[in-house]
């Protein structure tokens, strides 16, 4: 990996801010732009500007999910920080979509339904180079992938990151020493607007190649009831019923990274257990285990190739309604297996790649399209614009 592609750890640190959170590796977008905003100080200024075309088989649905073939804008995003200074800022606004494996594909607008224009807006307050505070809506704590999909290997989600939070609003607070890092958030969870949710995320770096994390999230109480629509909303693996039975569940998980001059890989373990809540509606308990290994590797300056193998098994004995399921929505004790490879290719500001991803179910009750089928073939080509 050349010192122009390693600049995306920084453009994410920058997108985050906070100490201890992890995004993935993708690819070399170009550093920020930089202006003197007066009292504001020096503030750093970036853009995407990106759209897809998709080809599937087994559509089922409305909208861009009933097509075979299909377009939508992927990010349309600006992003204006402060990212030195006792006061920092991070405002990132706009369009932008969730691609995610074996999940319907949706409308900018329709993603724009959970976290409005303005998906991360927050302000933190670092008055020890180890410690900051931060408050707003945040970028999660949970998982290695970055919900953006620019921030991602590939440029759908896997399984692990389909049931994982994106945003939250709420309070964090992040501290490092030496090879350890921690951050601490108490949140709304799955943008439910009651905060109840404590998240956690610890990460040990090994040395300047290998790091390993650990991080948790549940409810301290429970959120909604069955019967209130207020949190019966889309949700970014598209079944509205699911951010109820996410908002009341517990999840936990594991990742590594080795991240070399020019090949990086991550293997993740996530665990999401509900609970019985007789107040929600579920009268048994319900859980998910999911996995997965993605690695980027890095021909070129220009050139790289990602791919992923994903897996996930939901225990559950009524998945796919409101009161005791809704996990991925393939069923009751359903298993899938999911394949993703994506060349990219990188030029100063124009980026171009393509995935070609693959999904098998087992095990099933509610498989793709209306003849509900096991299996999923699809092509995306995404290409773009960044400053």
Request: hydrophobic share 35%; net charge negative.
């Amino acid at each position: 990996m050349s010192k122009r592609t390693k600049s995306i750890a920084f453009v994410f640190s920058l997108l985050s801010g906070l100490s201890g959170l992890a995004y993935a590796d993708g690819f070399s977008i170009p550093p920020p732009l930089k202006f003197n905003a007066g009292p504001l100080g020096e503030l750093d200024v970036q853009g995407v500007a990106s759209a897809m075309g998709f080809a599937q088989t087994n559509p089922a649905g409305t909208g861009l999910n009933g097509k075979n073939f299909g377009a939508a804008i992927t990010n349309g995003l600006i992003s204006i920080s402060k990212p030195t200074g006792l006061i920092q800022f991070y405002l990132t606004a706009g369009a932008y979509n969730f691609p995610n494996l074996g999940q319907p594909f949706h409308s900018a607008s329709t993603a724009l339904q959970d976290f409005t224009a303005l998906p991360s807006a927050y302000m933190t307050i670092a008055p020890l180079s180890n410690f900051s505070v931060s408050i707003g809506q945040l970028p999660t704590l949970i998982g290695y992938t970055g919900t953006l999909d620019y921030n991602r290997m590939n440029i759908e989600g896997g399984f692990p990151w389909t049931i994982q939070p994106s945003f939250s609003r709420g309070i964090q607070i992040n501290y490092s020493y030496g090879p350890l890092s921690a951050s601490v958030s108490w949140n709304d969870g799955y943008f439910s607007n009651r905060y109840n949710v404590i998240s956690g995320l610890l990460t040990y770096t090994i040395n300047p190649e290998n790091s390993v994390s650990l991080y948790a999230d549940g409810n301290t109480g429970h959120t909604g009831t069955v019967n209130d629509v207020s949190t019966l909303r889309f949700s970014k693996n598209g079944y509205v019923d699911s951010s109820l039975v996410y908002d009341n569940s517990n999840i936990y998980g594991l990742y590594y990274t080795y991240s070399g001059s020019n090949f990086t890989i991550t293997p993740e373990v996530q665990y999401m257990y509900t609970p019985i809540n007789r107040a929600f509606g579920t009268t048994q308990s319900s859980n998910d285990i999911s996995a997965m290994i993605h690695a980027d590797y890095y021909l070129t300056n220009n050139w790289s190739i990602a791919a992923g193998v994903d897996y996930e098994h939901a225990n559950s004995t009524g998945e796919g309604t409101a009161a005791t399921g809704g996990y991925f929505g393939y069923g009751a004790g359903s298993s899938a297996f999911g394949v993703m490879i994506t060349p990219t290719y990188v030029d100063n500001g124009y980026f171009i790649r393509d995935e070609l991803s693959y999904v098998h179910l087992t095990n099933y009750s509610s498989g793709f399209g209306a003849g509900n089928r096991p299996d999923q073939f699809r092509d995306i080509l995404e290409t773009g614009f960044w400053f």
